[in-house]
């Protein structure tokens, strides 16, 4: 009922940037919040970045003051520009699409993107 797709990973030098992207498709009618999540090797899955509907931001510490999280309402879509990016930020950086009310029901669910690489090389 509800597609997500990520685009903008790929390889970068230490300092460099990347902008991700996110948008969620489908018989959409609201979503609470959208956010990013990566996953490293060996490590847990962990938050990146998290915006909710009247945009209020949250950050994980490690990301602070170097990633910025916006969001498009009227498109479905989550956006995460990465700069002063280092080689600890290499991981598989997942979009969530969190308390979406699919038209035609009354249950919100949670949705997740495919994954999108990000490699910062020193």
């Known amino acids: 009922q509800v597609q997500v797709v990520e685009s903008g990973g790929g390889l970068v030098q230490a300092g460099g940037s990347l902008r991700l992207s996110c948008a969620a498709s489908g018989r959409i009618a609201s979503i609470n919040d959208m956010g990013w999540y990566r996953q490293a090797p060996g490590k847990q899955r962990e938050l990146v970045a998290a915006?909710?509907?009247?945009?209020?931001?949250n950050y994980a510490d490690s990301v602070k003051g170097r990633f910025t999280i916006s969001r498009d309402n009227a498109k479905n879509a989550v956006y995460l520009q990465m700069n002063s990016l280092k080689p600890e930020d290499t991981a598989v950086y997942y979009c969530?699409?969190?308390?979406?009310?699919?038209?035609?029901?009354?249950?919100?669910?949670?949705?997740w993107g495919q994954g999108t690489q990000v490699t910062v090389s020193s």
């Open positions: 915006i909710s509907s009247f945009g209020r931001t």
């Open positions: 969530a699409v969190k308390g979406t009310l699919v038209r035609g029901t009354t249950s919100r669910n949670d949705y």
